[in-house]
């Protein structure tokens, strides 16, 4: 597959990704952020480990650890606190920083200074987010409920360092591991991890519908084993940037499931940010092929002729 298939491909995830906000609001039980999470994780991840039968060595238990509490701990117990307090699109457009702070940690820890076409699409991508999340709030729509927008934000941060970290240990051979055997320890130690606050922190279940079973089905198959299978193998085969600015396409989800589905106003400057976030998600696309053919290029160095 060429980069172009790997794209779409990796595309996938953040637009399923995108329909937990409506799932949660509209289908599950109401107050049980953890309890989701742990649900959505824990089987899949099983699933996933029973299909691979991969035991890590010694050395890949440390880095599984962390990229499962960043990846899957932090960011789905974060994003399901968001998706209960917040309109799916506004809980999850602060996700537009992820493509920055990945730029940032590149440049930064590994003096990978990023070229100008990278940061103006970051950049345009926040500021479309700002067009999406101000829209409602200025119409009196929703307000800022400052404990979910903490949760988004630190849902992208911890995201953002996630997908840095997985991409930079799979490049030095730290995790090269198979991609199932990547995806199911990460779900299943981060559901792990999410379990204790399921416990404690959330009521008990009461009544389970049929409509809960399906929803959390669907969760489990196509928002987290499919969609997680096919992000790791992005980040793999994509820069992490790239793969980030992907990450964008949940958001926009969101938001027109909002309006498509619940009715929920897309005018004004959200029809300017919608498209300013699209647009900038190709180009940073076409930033970082543009920088990977330049990279081939300037490692390639042509046979001599023989005498």
Known sequence: MNTVMWTI??????ILWGTTYIVTSELLPDGMPYTSAVIRCLPAGIGLLLL????????EWKPLAVIGFLNITCFQGLLFIAAYRLPGGLAAVLGAIQPLIILFLGWVLLSQRPNVLSILSCVTAVIGMGCLILQPIWEGQSTWDVIGLAAALGGAVSMALGTFLTKHWQLNHTLNIPITSLTGWQLTLGGILLLPFS????????DITNQHIISYSYLIIFGTLLSYLAWFKGIQKLSPVAVSALGLLSPVTATVLGWYCLNQTLEGWALIGLPLVIGSVLAVQLAQLKHFKQQKLSTYKPQEKIA
Request: overall charge positive; aromatic content about 14%; cysteine-free.
């Open 52 to 59: 691979s039968r991969y035991k890590p060595r010694l050395n």
């Open 9 to 14: 491909l990796t595309m996938s995830a953040p």
């Open 199 to 206: 416990l404690w922190v959330d009521p008990e279940f009461q």
